[in-house]
Structure formats: C-alpha cells, structure tokens
C-alpha cells in the first residue's frame, strides 16, 4: 500500500509539473512574465521534470527488487506500467504540440 502511494505521489507531482510548464507556455498564468522569465522557468521546471525522472526510475528499481521477488503476482506493478504509458503518451503529445 505504501508503495502505491509513493508512486501516486510521485506520478502526481510529475502531472502538476507539466500541467504547470504548459501554463506557462500556453501564456495561461496568473501573472505576466517576460519572455525571457518565462524561458527561464521553463529550464527549472524541465530539470525539475527530469530529477523527478530519476527518483521514479530509482523507485520502480526498488520496488521491483524488493516486491516482485515475494509478490509475483501482485498487480501493483501492472498498474505502475500502465500510469507509465499515459504519461509517455501524455509526455508525447506535449512534445509534438512544442514541435508545431
């Protein structure tokens, strides 16, 4: 239980990451930033998205070594795998948008 917890929170804070960079690309803030402020946090909040990266990478390694190996059959990592194809797909589309 715990563990599905981690990953939602982790999952979560990715979602309110890109939801955030997509505001702010999309000019949709509360406040008015210059050009060169909104680039620059664009560049946080990428690297910010990538250490988040990291510490799921991190995570999934983890659990899978530690539950797997006594719960085989245990769903949770399925539910992981299927989170982590939205997110590809999701993570996709936002990169083909930037491509337009």
Same mark, same amino acid.
């Given at each position: 239980? $715990?563990? *599905?917890?981690?990953?939602?929170?982790? *999952?979560?804070?990715?979602?309110?990451?890109?939801?955030?960079?997509? $505001?702010?690309?999309?000019?949709n803030? @509360?406040?008015?930033?210059?050009? !060169?402020s909104?680039?620059?946090?664009?560049?946080?909040?990428?690297? *910010?998205?990538? @250490?988040?990266?990291v510490?799921?990478?991190?995570?999934?390694?983890?659990?899978?070594?530690?539950v797997?190996?006594q719960?085989? !059959?245990?769903?949770?990592?399925?539910?992981?795998? @299927?989170?982590?194809?939205?997110?590809?797909?999701?993570?996709?589309? !936002?990169?083909?948008?930037?491509?337009?």
């Open positions: 239980m $715990e563990v *599905k917890q981690h990953w939602q929170s982790l *999952k979560e804070a990715e979602c309110c990451l890109r939801d955030l960079s997509v $505001e702010i690309k999309n000019n803030c @509360d406040i008015t930033l210059s050009e !060169e909104s680039s620059r946090l664009l560049c946080l909040l990428k690297g *910010k998205l990538e @250490d988040l990266n510490l799921q990478n991190n995570a999934r390694m983890l659990y899978q070594q530690c797997l190996g719960a085989s !059959e245990n769903n949770l990592f399925d539910d992981i795998y @299927d989170e982590e194809n939205e997110a590809v797909n999701y993570s996709s589309d !936002e990169t083909h948008n930037d491509e337009d």
